[in-house]
């Protein structure tokens, strides 16, 4: 494991990551929870058990398997730290949560961002679900061609 | 302008819009907010000047805990302006000094007394449970709160809270406040805002300045929940109006919608330094970076990786040096550690910032207990002096009890674990079949504490906790 209590992030290295050929055509979640902290939701969440986690203290780790890429945890997780990837026509596809303004729209352009918030690309905003009923708390999801970079883009920026 | 017009989590009511004078010339506001939001909001910064050496001061804790906001108010000096709900017409002046006897005699009404079962002081997230509970159990207690609202720190958490799901993890704390403050409306529980405990007497009385009147409080029980303040910590220029507590900077946005300022500065990795830091972003605020004095983030890693990944950097072994500017900051020089925490020379580098937030720690509130002769000891892993108490939250006064962050610093969620556990301890004493309730609250309480984030005040109980 990196520094990350040095540093403020994670490397890829780090992340338990599914197998691509694993992605194709489906999404499934990726935890970037790595350290114990008082908190389940996310596993309390899941509608097929797929996150276990030792007692409440413990660390999430997502079956890859069994998830069926329905983003409940994402939309839960109060570290925000919980997203989806996949594969969807060849191209990559990220959810991340989203609770800034401006909200991006569908279809439009937007900047794809690293774990230290480094522009790295560009990519097509293919979705946007609300999770809180009154609030611009949202899960985004972006596709873009350069699959590399599922294993790194962990928010977006919005091209004024 | 420093008002938020958009935010992602939140919308701001506003009220009517209101004219009191400063300094002789007419000020707006809006009803609702208090005098130093108001100010601050029209961007005045400086609210009086050091009594030696005339130094500008303003606002630092927003909450009433620290007096550094104190102004002359309708000619009554050293009024806690944080606090105070501006009045149409009222007249607010710059304080010199420690201050000026008012300039005609105020007459106040006699002393209301009041005979109580249980008086709360304080209506954070602790207070609040332990009315709750009190209420469901047929106890109707009296609610003390120095603040304009209730809620006290929950009201500005507009982030998802941790814990289990029994505990409502997954919600934001403006939504468990809003719950919370509903439940304590529906029972009709009895409220004071705005005013102050100011002292205790040999356990049994309460004096509290109410809004221009005394109240004196006689009360078979009381639950003190009565918080933490934010800690100051020592660099040249720690005194100029720009820089504030961490949680005051919360206030200021998420309670009034107002920017504290345009680029800030925040020091202390802590959850709080991390979890404000990303408030900022929300609502809009260049957070030019986060600093923190020991060699790793302190806060949940999470919270740490939420900022990160929009560009704000967080420098550890990294400390503040000094804040300089004329009437407020305009620039905050930083500087590298060693291993020792020594400053390491020709490290120093200067941040454009107007603003720097201390998240650097917060020492429980205990005055109060104290002057009543509640026995306390020192604990710094509890944040600092802290009351002797049994595990049913009871103090060395035997009608005196303990909820919240008074106990130790740690988090609402443990909060509203101990006032549920003080008031069904209360509700045992008075003979009420409540001990399965009780000990289920104990349970999970511990429960929550079994991480290695919660070994610290496991380790601190220890020390000031009796049979
Ligand atoms: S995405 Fe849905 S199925 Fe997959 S782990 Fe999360 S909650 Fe479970
Ligand atoms: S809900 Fe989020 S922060 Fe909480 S344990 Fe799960 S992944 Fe970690
Ligand atoms: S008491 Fe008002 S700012 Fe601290």
Redesign the pocket.
Request: proline share 4%.
């Given at each position: 494991m990196s520094d990350y209590l040095k540093t403020g992030y994670l490397k890829n290295e780090d992340v338990e990551f599914p197998k691509s050929d694993s992605l194709r055509g489906r999404?499934?979640?990726v935890?970037e929870c790595v350290q114990e902290i008082p908190c389940n939701p996310?596993a309390e969440?899941?509608?097929?058990?797929?996150?276990s986690m030792s007692g409440i203290n413990g660390v999430p780790r997502?079956?890859f398997s069994?998830?069926?890429?329905?983003?409940?945890?994402?939309a839960?997780c109060p570290g925000l730290a919980?997203f989806?990837v996949g594969i969807k026509e060849g191209k990559g596809v990220v959810s991340v949560p989203y609770e800034m303004l401006p909200l991006p729209e569908k279809g439009s352009e937007v900047f794809l961002l690293n774990r230290k918030g480094e522009r790295t690309g560009k990519g097509v905003v293919s979705g946007i679900r609300k999770t809180d009923k009154s609030r611009n708390s949202v899960i985004v999801t972006v596709e873009f061609e350069n699959r590399e970079l599922l294993k790194s883009v962990r928010n977006i920026e919005v091209i004024k | 302008m420093r008002e938020i017009s958009k935010h992602p989590v939140l919308s701001f009511e506003r009220g009517k819009r209101i004219k009191f004078l400063f300094e002789g010339s007419p000020v707006t506001a809006y009803q609702g907010e208090t005098v130093a939001m108001a100010l601050y909001r029209n961007g005045i910064d400086v609210f009086s000047e050091s009594p030696k050496l005339h130094r500008p001061r303003g606002m630092f804790c927003a909450i009433g805990k620290c007096s550094s906001c104190m102004m002359r108010v309708n000619g009554v000096p050293n009024v806690r302006t944080c606090i105070l709900p501006v009045r149409e017409g009222m007249t607010v002046e710059r304080q010199k000094g420690l201050g000026e006897k008012p300039s005609k005699a105020v007459k106040y009404p006699p002393p209301v007394i009041r005979e109580e079962k249980v008086a709360i002081v304080g209506s954070g997230p602790a207070g609040l449970s332990a009315a709750i509970t009190l209420a469901e159990n047929g106890v109707a207690p009296l609610i003390i709160e120095q603040n304009p609202r209730l809620g006290g720190q929950l009201i500005k958490q507009t982030h998802k809270f941790f814990g289990s799901e029994r505990e409502n993890a997954g919600k934001r704390g403006i939504d468990i406040a809003s719950e919370m403050i509903e439940s304590v409306k529906k029972a009709g529980v009895e409220f004071y805002l705005n005013s102050t405990a100011f002292g205790f007497y040999e356990g049994k009385t309460l004096g509290v300045f109410a809004e221009n009147k005394l109240l004196k409080i006689r009360s078979k029980y009381f639950i003190f929940a009565t918080g933490a303040a934010e800690k100051m910590i020592p660099f040249e220029g720690n005194d100029l109006p720009g820089v504030f507590g961490a949680g005051a900077a919360q206030t200021m946005m998420n309670v009034y919608g107002i920017k504290p300022g345009e680029n800030v500065l925040m020091v202390g990795a802590g959850n709080v330094g991390l979890i404000v830091s990303y408030q900022m972003l929300q609502a809009g605020i260049n957070v030019k970076a986060v600093i923190e004095a020991a060699p790793k983030i302190g806060g949940y890693f999470v919270h740490a990786a939420k900022i990160r990944r929009f560009g704000v950097p967080i420098y550890t072994s990294t400390t503040i040096k000094k804040a300089i500017g004329e009437r407020r900051v305009e620039k905050a020089v930083i500087v590298s550690l060693n291993k020792k925490f020594e400053e390491i020379p020709g490290t120093e580098k200067a941040l454009d910032v107007d603003t720097i937030c201390l998240a650097t720690g917060l020492i429980p509130s205990v005055s109060l207990l104290a002057q009543s002769g509640v026995r306390m000891k020192y604990v710094s892993a509890l944040g600092g002096y802290v009351p002797l108490r049994n595990k049913y939250l009871r103090t060395s006064l035997p009608n005196v009890y303990v909820a919240g962050d008074i106990t130790g610093i740690e988090e609402a969620s443990t909060a509203i674990l101990e006032g549920e556990i003080a008031a069904y301890s209360i509700l045992s004493d008075m003979g009420k079949d409540v001990e399965k309730e009780l000990s289920d609250a104990i349970s999970e309480l511990s429960e929550l504490r079994s991480g290695p984030f919660g070994a610290k005040i496991v380790f601190g109980m220890k020390e000031v906790q009796y049979e």
């Open positions: 999404m499934v979640a935890t996310c969440s899941c509608p097929v058990n797929a996150i997502v079956d069994r998830c069926i890429g329905c983003g409940n945890c994402v839960v919980m989806l | -």
